[in-house]
């Protein structure tokens, strides 16, 4: 497939698993709606289900395709998955975490699609041999590898030896709402679960899983009540460690100190109503949650794992302690409490550093730029 064959706006293709409310999805999600349409089409494939932001996806004007990829039934998924990247004159594909990405370039270099792209979201630590030396074989035919942290890229070079003139640091990028502080929305949430505009209220937004160390959050938080007896912890978000937080919350005495929010939509004012945002992650690549509160100008307290230092830094932009630390986590929620002008000079710095590194448009300009360059790479006659 030559590239002055191909029809404007290039075709992009990204591959992802399903786009449900995790980071890598909102990530891409964010791109999606902030691309520069001029110069690009999107599509958004779906390896194993579509997820509940497709419908936002596709009020953007974005098309959302479904070619399931199963395990027992691979090769039929994957000539699907041909035939369509060929058939839609596909000028380059994006494929986003593991599953996706095997497949998705695999797919890709079958149907001839001229770039091959791919974004490492996490450190993916949990690869077998097997799978790491598959990921070598498919990094010879990926012209760029995008990483979100530096301790991702950094993984990439060691463990996958990918080639360091192919993969560089982009970091996720969120949109930055010109209101932070969003009265409307504080007051409406504040009300929604029955809270009086001065109970202390800490928050987080993120799938209820091993990787967020909740447990240790909860740990702080029976720590808290004994200096902050109305302290709450809105919890947003869903998971498969849900029934056994909600079981460690009621043996720690705090069933009335947490509000379980589930899946919600309306994170701008779930932010608003919150007075301090606690991340207290054992693993983390660069969370979209994290950039989000930092847009929202909240307050931060955070672990120093992944991508978390490079966004905010200690002292700086935020509270950083170590992971798996309760007693850690509730000392620096108390000083951001009982210290109010700090906690909000903080917040502020934390803002404009949200502004500056991690605005979406920042970020897609630049994603866009490395599509252009692999283009024109291709063929000289690219304007």
Avoid at 8 to 18: D, Q
Avoid at 61 to 76: D, E, K, N, S
Avoid at 241 to 258: E, F, K, R, T, Y
Wanted: hydrophobic share 45%.
């Amino acid at each position: 497939m030559r590239i002055r064959q191909l029809p404007r706006p290039w075709h992009v293709a990204h591959v992802i698993g399903r786009l449900r409310t995790g980071g890598a999805e909102r990530q891409l999600v964010n791109y999606l709606l902030a691309a520069d349409r001029r110069v690009f089409r999107h599509t958004a494939i779906c390896l194993v289900e579509r997820g509940e932001l497709a419908e936002q996806v596709e009020a953007a004007g974005i098309p959302v395709v479904l070619l399931r990829i199963r395990t027992r039934y691979a090769p039929v998924g994957l000539l699907r998955l041909v035939q369509w990247l060929k058939r839609e004159n596909v000028a380059v594909v994006h494929t986003h975490m593991h599953h996706a990405a095997l497949w998705g370039r695999l797919a890709g270099k079958l149907a001839g699609v001229p770039v091959l792209v791919t974004t490492e979201h996490g450190k993916e630590l949990w690869k077998d041999s097997l799978q790491v030396a598959i990921d070598r074989g498919l990094s010879r035919w990926t012209h760029r590898h995008i990483a979100v942290s530096q301790d991702g890229l950094e993984i990439r070079l060691r463990r996958e030896r990918v080639a360091a003139d192919r993969i560089l640091l982009i970091p996720n990028g969120v949109p930055i709402p010109a209101d932070p502080v969003n009265e409307a929305g504080r007051h409406r949430v504040r009300e929604e679960f029955d809270l009086a505009p001065q109970t202390p209220l800490l928050g987080t937004v993120g799938r209820l899983v091993e990787a967020k160390g909740y447990e240790h959050l909860l740990g702080a938080l029976q720590i808290l009540r004994r200096e902050f007896s109305d302290l709450r912890w809105l919890a947003v978000g869903d998971g498969n460690q849900h029934a056994p937080l909600i079981a460690l919350a009621a043996n720690l005495g705090l069933s009335d100190a947490v509000i379980w929010a589930g899946m919600r939509t309306d994170v701008g004012d779930l932010l608003a109503a919150m007075d301090l945002w606690v991340m207290s992650s054992v693993r983390e690549g660069l969370p979209i949650a994290l950039l989000e509160a930092m847009a929202a100008q909240k307050p931060i307290v955070a672990t120093q794992v992944g991508g978390i230092p490079d966004a905010v830094r200690d002292g700086r932009e935020a509270i950083l302690v170590p992971p798996a630390d309760p007693e850690a986590l509730a000392r620096a929620v108390s000083q951001m409490l009982r210290e109010p002008r700090r906690a909000e000079a903080l917040a502020a710095a934390a803002r404009q550093r949200a502004i500056t590194e991690y605005s979406i448009d920042r970020v897609a300009r630049r994603i866009e730029e490395i599509y252009l360059q692999e283009l024109h790479k291709l063929n000289e006659d690219v304007d």
